[in-house]
């Protein structure tokens, strides 16, 4: 404010009382006005809520210039500054930026979110519900398989869901004619050791010959069991054998496969059953393979022979009785076979008369399955590729020539080349012609007759062909 004192009185010398008087009186309105000011500014203070400190001060100082404390790096900051929570509930909330009302903030509860997902998910996925539940707590057990059982989904075994989905339990059996239903050759008392007789399949014995016999109707689901008779008077071990084709078991190879067997015996007796590998020439098989009947070390060179021979295993005693009954062997096949073979004994020797009723089935897998039944013109088919009897041939010459060739196929093709047995010739009208020869080949033979050199000459004869391994 300007001052209205006169410096220049009162004049030095020439003081008045008047000027000094004014001169005062000018000090005083000047003094009383800064007073009044002060006092102003005091009121100013008393009336705000906090007075400014230095701390303020400096956070005032501290602030960026055209600071914004919403900046993405503040936000970021805060939120990752913020105490954790494991897991949210219903009732918390998230924020959000909602596009459909100009980008404001707004807020969202975790219940919304999960039924907004919830929702979008149903129309991509199966919605759970109890099946699904059901399906995730079995257990996955190796080769089981999950089955409705009109409530649930339940894990079955394979034979077992089988038998629930009504499906036919069985797998096919690699063995041909393995319950003796085919026995073509007609084979009955004194059958030597290493002897076919049912179809595909060989007895063995320890010393003397056996009998066999073809039983029928045995029980629900055997109508065909082969019977062994032990014929000699001193009780001797026996048994019997198929052979396999390697083309028929090489696709085997590195496979488990299971041999079953049905059994009853007139007296008791242990059974035992093996599988075995041929890994010498294909097809070209010793079939005799017991070496000691009397060891009880069941290996090459002990109880088997050693010659290119692979025991890949042998049952524990199988106790056979009256009563029919089924056991069975697993074993893992070797990656070096040409041909399988399976075998059935008596481990101990038999009495005189003693029989044993025998069935047998081979299949792929560790699980026993049911016998299957092939028809009897497939099993035949099947048989037939190794062995096959040709019954009363009848044919007529169409050439007066001195000599007549007949072809004759057989049934199927076989194995190979065959072994050619002719009997029973006939010359039906007595014309005075014979068989001088008869040719095979897989398919058939070729009888070769003279004659009278007339047309119209008849002949008939029997014929077997062998192609047995």
């Not at 016998?371 to 169409?398: C, G, H, N, P």
Request: aromatic share 6%.
């Amino acid at each position: 404010m300007a001052s209205s004192i006169d410096a220049t009185k009162p004049t030095e010398g020439t003081a008045t009382t008047q000027s000094v008087r004014d001169n005062f009186s000018a000090a005083k309105t000047e003094i009383e006005a800064l007073q009044t000011g002060k006092q102003n500014q005091s009121t100013i203070l008393d009336n705000t809520t906090a007075s400014y400190t230095t701390s303020e001060q400096t956070k005032l100082s501290g602030i960026e210039s055209s600071a914004d404390v919403t900046d993405a790096q503040n936000i970021g900051t805060s939120i990752n500054g913020a105490t954790a929570k494991t897991t949210p509930v219903n009732a918390d909330t998230i924020p959000l930026i909602d596009s459909a009302a100009s980008n404001v903030l707004k807020k969202v509860s975790w219940s919304n979110i999960k039924a907004t997902i919830k929702a979008y998910f149903d129309t991509l996925y199966q919605t759970l519900n109890a099946r699904l539940t059901d399906i995730s707590g079995l257990t996955p057990n190796d080769g089981n398989f999950i089955v409705g059982d009109g409530s649930n989904y339940v894990s079955e075994s394979g034979v077992t869901a089988r038998a629930s989905l009504g499906v036919n339990d069985t797998n096919a059996n690699i063995l041909i004619n393995g319950d003796g239903m085919l026995n073509q050759a007609g084979a009955g008392s004194g059958i030597a050791d290493d002897t076919y007789d049912f179809d595909q399949w060989y007895s063995l014995t320890q010393t003397g010959t056996i009998a066999v016999s073809q039983q029928t109707g045995v029980a629900d689901g055997t109508p065909f069991m082969m019977r062994m008779t032990q014929s000699q008077a001193t009780a001797q071990r026996m048994g019997r054998a198929q052979i396999i084709e390697g083309k028929n078991c090489k696709w085997l190879r590195g496979q488990q496969i299971t041999l079953s067997l049905k059994h009853k015996i007139s007296s008791a007796a242990n059974l035992r059953i093996a599988v075995l590998e041929w890994t010498g020439t294909e097809d070209s098989v010793t079939s005799d393979m017991v070496n000691s009947w009397t060891s009880s070390t069941y290996t090459a060179g002990n109880f088997f022979n050693t010659t290119t021979l692979t025991v890949t295993g042998v049952s524990p005693a199988i106790a056979s009785t009256t009563s029919l009954a089924t056991d069975s062997l697993t074993v893992t096949l070797g990656s070096s076979l040409n041909n399988l073979i399976v075998m059935v004994w008596t481990e101990a020797a038999t009495a005189q008369n003693v029989t044993l009723d025998l069935a047998l089935k081979l299949e792929k897998g560790g699980t026993t399955t049911a016998f299957d039944k092939r028809s009897l013109q497939q099993e035949l088919e099947l048989a037939q590729r190794y062995y096959t009897v040709m019954t009363t041939v009848r044919y007529t010459t169409i050439k007066a020539t001195s000599q007549q060739f007949v072809s004759i196929p057989f049934p199927t093709r076989m194995r190979a080349t065959p072994t050619i047995t002719t009997s029973s010739f006939v010359d039906t009208d007595s014309s005075g012609g014979s068989i001088t020869a008869v040719a095979a080949a897989d398919w058939g033979i070729t009888a070769i007759s003279n004659s009278d050199n007339t047309a119209d000459n008849r002949y008939q004869f029997t014929a077997t062909a062998s192609a047995r391994l």
